[in-house]
């Protein structure tokens, strides 16, 4: 039996669904190189979790003390665990069909480069969900030492003494809201009495035509679990956006879990109708787990019928939060934009 079209797809998005975007603005003190083989991206969560570890752990200046998150007494105190959603850190169990906790947060960076030249700015934006906004502070100071400490090595012709060590960076800014305009962090301090709003779809230049193809440009790697590699129909896409979003906003903003069962109608265009794509992979590494891998995706272009324009909503709020795997490290973030007449 088929699924009764929707007018729009925001029933799927849950009341009480928060997210809060932040844009980081860095001044590069010294050339940078990220090795090709790495997503800058992901290198920017790597760097950025150290940092966090450094920033808020009481036993990281105690080496001997030092021992495992997962049996810590601060466990569930500590923003480390929280943010980087390790074990039992949790506040809400993990329903039963998921196997991993998402981070409560994604770095958006889809324009970072493998190499910077001093002088040169380095931006890139992070969306936190819910109540992970209460480690506003810690996550600030957090980046403020990721700059201090550096990401990535030197230039091979650099000076020898230095070569191979990481390179700094400074903070310059760091801005919240609807478009990220509203100031947190300037001139080398946090700036008090800053409420942070939350973000809401910035509205589309105009209505859109029921009646027009809509794009969506993939673009940083869209990677998906190996039994649905190459599924980028709208069914799948409806489905998994659906699921990351029920899925955070029941952990970190305290909504019930309610998976949806809509299905994409066979009139409403399942399969794009053009693909321009490309596939990438990059090195990668897990702190979580202790791990090194491989991740593979798609980046380039997905050309849809009008069926799509039904679930606009759905898929510009999960273009935000990512999709796919790999999320927090920059993965899976797309755009949706209907092209010119």
């Known amino acids: 039996?088929?699924?009764?079209?929707?007018?729009?797809?925001?029933?799927?998005?849950?009341?009480?669904?928060?997210?809060?975007?932040?844009?980081?603005?860095?001044?590069?003190?010294a050339p940078v190189s990220i090795p090709e083989k790495y997503f800058p991206a992901d290198v920017i969560s790597g760097a950025f979790g150290q940092a966090?570890?450094?920033?808020?752990c009481l036993m990281h200046s105690y080496p001997s003390?030092?021992?495992?998150?997962?049996?810590?007494?601060?466990?569930?105190?500590?923003?480390?665990?929280?943010?980087?959603?390790?074990?039992?850190?949790?506040?809400?169990?993990?329903?039963?069909?998921?196997?991993?906790?998402?981070?409560?947060f994604v770095i958006s960076a889809p324009h970072l480069k493998h190499k910077y030249s001093a002088d040169e700015t380095l931006t890139f934006d992070m969306t936190l969900v819910g109540d992970s906004l209460e480690y506003l502070a810690d996550i600030l100071r957090a980046m403020t030492l990721m700059g201090a400490d550096g990401v990535g090595r030197q230039k091979p012709n650099a000076v020898k003494r230095n070569a191979g060590h990481p390179l700094v960076f400074t903070m310059a800014s760091a801005v919240n809201g609807a478009g990220a305009t509203f100031p947190l962090y300037a001139n080398g301090s946090l700036l008090p009495g800053v409420e942070p709003i939350p973000w809401t779809a910035e509205p589309l230049e105009k209505a859109p035509?029921?009646?027009?193809?809509?794009?969506?440009?993939?673009?940083?790697?869209?990677?998906?679990?190996?039994?649905?590699?190459?599924?980028?129909?709208?069914?799948?896409?409806?489905?998994?956006?659906?699921?990351?979003?029920?899925?955070?906003?029941?952990?970190?903003?305290?909504?019930?879990?309610?998976?949806?069962?809509?299905?994409?109608?066979?009139?409403?265009?399942?399969?794009?109708?053009?693909t321009v794509l490309q596939e990438v992979s990059y090195?990668?590494?897990?702190?979580?787990?202790?791990?090194?891998?491989?991740?593979?995706?798609?980046?380039?272009?997905?050309?849809?019928?009008?069926?799509?324009?039904?679930?606009?909503?759905?898929?510009?709020?999960?273009g935000i939060i990512h999709i796919g795997l790999s999320t927090s490290a920059g993965f899976g973030h797309f755009s949706i934009h209907q092209p010119p007449e």
Not at 85 to 95: D, N, T, Y
């Open 52 to 56: 966090l570890k450094k920033t808020v």
């Open 283 to 318: 090195a990668c590494s897990s702190r979580r787990y202790d791990n090194r891998y491989r991740i593979s995706g798609n980046t380039g272009l997905l050309t849809f019928g009008t069926g799509i324009s039904r679930y606009l909503a759905l898929l510009r709020t999960a």
């Open 65 to 104: 003390k030092q021992m495992p998150c997962g049996t810590c007494m601060l466990l569930n105190q500590c923003a480390f665990p929280k943010l980087m959603a390790l074990p039992g850190s949790a506040v809400r169990p993990l329903p039963r069909k998921y196997r991993d906790h998402p981070k409560p």
């Open 209 to 274: 035509n029921r009646n027009k193809k809509t794009e969506i440009a993939l673009l940083t790697p869209l990677s998906l679990p190996e039994k649905h590699a190459g599924d980028f129909s709208l069914n799948h896409l409806v489905k998994i956006a659906s699921s990351r979003i029920q899925l955070l906003s029941y952990l970190y903003c305290g909504t019930e879990m309610q998976e949806s069962n809509h299905t994409v109608t066979d009139d409403e265009g399942v399969e794009p109708d053009e």
């Open 1 to 29: 039996m088929k699924t009764k079209p929707v007018k729009d797809s925001s029933y799927l998005i849950p009341d009480g669904f928060r997210l809060y975007r932040l844009r980081f603005l860095f001044r590069v003190a």
